[in-house]
C-alpha cells in the first residue's frame, strides 16, 4: 500500500485490512507459538480485532508506556518507560501497536525486547504515519499508511483528552465521525 492523503477509514475498510493482516501473520508464523506484546492505551481495540484474525497460538503480554520529560542542564529530553518485560527466549514475538509516527517509541521498545532474545522480533501497526519517522525503522505488517501528520482518533485512538475512542471509524482531526456513539443511541449505566 502506498503512503495517501485519507482523512479517514470506514469501520467496514479496517475490519478488512485487519482480517488481511492476520491471515498474513498466522502464515508467517505457519502455526507456531507466536508472543504477542501489546502496547497498552494505543493498541488495545487493534490488538483485539487483530488476534481475532490470528490462527497461530498466541500468549498476550501487556506493556504500559510512561512518557516523561528530563531537563538536563539546557537541554530538554523525552524519557520512555516500559513496565517489566516478559522472559521472550526463544520465542517468536510481534509487537502490536496503533499508530507508528516516529518510531522512536517502537524502536525503543523493540530493542528492550531483544535483550531476551527472541527467536523473531516483528512490529505491525494498524497506522503508519510515514511524514513523521525520526527513526529508521519500518514496521513488518502495516494496515494503512499515511502521510498525514495530523492527530487520528477512532478506533481506540483518543483526543487530547482521551475522548472519540469509541468511534468505530478512524479518523484526522476534525469532527467526531458518523461512526461515533453517541449519547442519543446509547444508554447510560449507573456505575
Known sequence: ??????????????????????????????????????????????????????????????????????????????????????????????????VMDSGVTQEFLLRRLAESQPRSLRLAVLLDKTSGRRVDLEPDYFGFQTASNQEWVGYGLGDGAGKRRNERNLSAGGKPSSGSISASNHKKRKP
Open 1 to 98: 500500500m502506498s503512503a495517501k492523503r485519507v482523512s479517514s477509514y470506514s469501520a467496514k475498510r479496517i475490519s478488512a485490512r485487519v482480517a488481511a493482516l492476520g491471515k498474513q501473520i498466522s502464515h508467517t508464523y505457519g502455526g507456531r507459538r507466536l508472543d504477542v506484546v501489546v502496547t497498552m492505551d494505543r493498541g488495545f481495540v487493534f490488538a483485539a480485532d487483530l488476534l481475532r484474525s490470528v490462527t497461530s497460538p498466541t500468549v498476550c503480554h501487556f506493556v504500559a508506556e510512561q512518557v516523561r520529560d528530563v531537563n538536563q542542564g539546557n537541554h530538554a529530553r523525552r524519557e520512555v518507560l516500559f513496565g517489566s518485560r516478559p522472559d521472550l527466549k526463544g520465542r517468536d514475538v510481534l509487537v502490536l501497536d496503533a
